[in-house]
Every structure is written in C-alpha cells, then in structure tokens.
C-alpha cells in the first residue's frame, strides 16, 4: 500500500512565497512520475508540475515562479512557489504514478491549501 503525505501551504500576500512538499511510502518499486496538480474553487483540476526521469514540466502559469526538486533517496517531491498571484489560490494535490511490485497505478495525495490574499 502506498501512501502520499502533503505538507506546507497556507495563506500569504500576493509577490510572497510558499512551498509544499509531498513523500511517498509504502511498497514503492519505483516512482514513474511525481508532481503537483491544483484545483481552484469551480475550477478543474489542473497540472502545476511534475518530474519523470530526467525531465520536468510546468504548466505555462507558473514557468519561471515555481520549482519542482525530487529527494529520490526520500521518496519525495517539493514544490516552490515564488511571486505567488491571487490566481494561484487553490487546493494543491500532490499525484505519483508508482509501480508497487507488478501493478503501476496513480496515486493522489489528500490535498493542502494555498491561499494568496491581501
């Protein structure tokens, strides 16, 4: 069984900067892509980032204000966010595709708030 625990988040000032981070445990094979994705208040869940070997892609929104680094000795993803904007605002959920023995399958985390307001 795997599991994807979320920390960080919370609310901050628009220009101000946040990070969260996410760590898989459990029977882990190996992680075939790790990253982060949002959804905003009657909004669809959208991608924010996520790593696969040796690349990593951002949507279009957050490319030069957000990284996305990866601990593979922790199993772990971290997400920073800089210059933070009021669009930000969502709830971020952290998503893996991982192989547990012969099965591959995806995996969400329970969900962490980021809120960017004056």
């Known amino acids: 069984q795997v599991q994807l625990v979320e920390s960080g988040g919370g609310l901050v000032q628009p220009g101000g900067s946040l990070s969260v981070a996410c760590q898989a445990s459990g029977n882990i094979f190996f992680i075939n892509r790790m990253g982060w994705y949002r959804q905003a208040p009657g909004k669809q869940r959208e991608l924010v980032a996520h790593?696969?070997?040796?690349?990593?892609t951002y949507a279009e929104s957050v490319k030069g204000r957000f990284t996305l680094a990866r601990d593979n000795a922790k199993n772990l993803v971290s997400l920073q966010m800089n210059s933070l904007k009021p669009a930000d605002t969502a709830v971020y959920y952290c998503?893996?595709?991982?192989?547990?023995?012969?099965?591959?399958?995806?995996?969400w985390g329970q969900g962490t708030q980021v809120a960017v307001s004056s």
């Open positions: 998503n893996a595709l991982i192989t547990t023995d012969q099965v591959t399958r995806e995996y």
């Open positions: 790593i696969t070997t040796g690349r990593i």
